[in-house]
């Protein structure tokens, strides 16, 4: 059974009563909802649609897709862990011509917007990917993956060095329509993000994704050895969010013009409105959907009321909010805070 998102241009109201405009500007596309699917959650949201009508969110982040097929990593692939999880899937895929053929013609034809993740092994593999999709069509920007934590060979990690990291930038805008916005998905296991992100921005990118996984390992206490085949993977969850939070507003504060996709534990509309406040345009949820497949809807709809419920008439509004000068307010759930605190640290 569907159960359709609120519609964007009916977003609800909050308690006071205000309507709230959903639409966002995400670099040059204007998307009815600053909420997306995030990479490598969803597939490319076929099996989502069972649960939600995919063209009324903003986007369909697609898995990241390589030039060849790939069988990704051994298993076991995932393990949970406290407030999050770990994967370790090594970017299994069938390859950029299949998913062409399948997949992005399945997503035009249903009428979602499409942003495809592009992943490869050295910058001139993501070239390729990109020349492809250039010559495909269909595709409202790309997002690509140089900060993927499950490869077996660390130097594949573009994202942890300014300069590999613009490199494949490079060529990826070399091979894409000049119109198609391109996101560079930037890794938490940096000593400056702020760093990475302007490298990838002088090379041609339009904007950034923040942040991917970080890198952690779980072990198995039976086998007294790592509980993923692949020894170590990608954490995600609500354990991340405050690193992404913080990771955003490094970001917006270095660039304030910038368009920025933030994700990382994104389970409510509440967490969504952390990242538009700290500066995002956008964002991606990802782990909460593995036991809602309707979170992206629900979290639409939660955001809408969030922002009403604090007197924002457009989400637009609320981008960057924490950044500008205003007199701070004092609510009572604050006062309840502080007073707790105090009795606390007496």
Known sequence: MNTPIVSARRAGDGSNGARVDMFTDLAKMHLPSPVLTASGCAAAGRELDNYFDITTI??????????????????PRM???PSGMLNSIGLQGPGVDSFIEHDLAWLNHRGARTIVSIAGGTPEEFGKVAAKLRIAGGVEAIEVNISCP?????????ACRAETAAQVIQTVRRNSDIKIPIFAKLSPDVTDIVEIAQSVIAAGATGVSVINTLLGMVMNTSTMRPALAGITGGLSGPAIRPIAVRCVWDIRSAMPDIPIIGMGGIRSGHDALEFILA????VSVGTSIFNDPSAPARIHAELAQELGDRGFL???DAVGY????????????AQSSDAEWDFITE
């Not at 903003?58 to 298993?75: D, E, F, H, N, Y």
């Not at 924490?322 to 759930?333: I, L």
């Open 58 to 75: 903003g986007a369909v982040v697609t898995k990241s897709i390589m030039l060849a097929p790939r069988s990704g990593r051994a298993t």
């Open 79 to 81: 393990a949970e862990t």
């Open 150 to 158: 499950n490869v077996s060979d660390r130097g594949q990690v573009f």
């Open 279 to 282: 500066g995002a345009n956008a």
């Open 314 to 316: 457009r989400v637009s």
């Open 322 to 333: 924490a950044h500008r000068p205003h007199t701070p307010t004092v609510d009572s759930e």
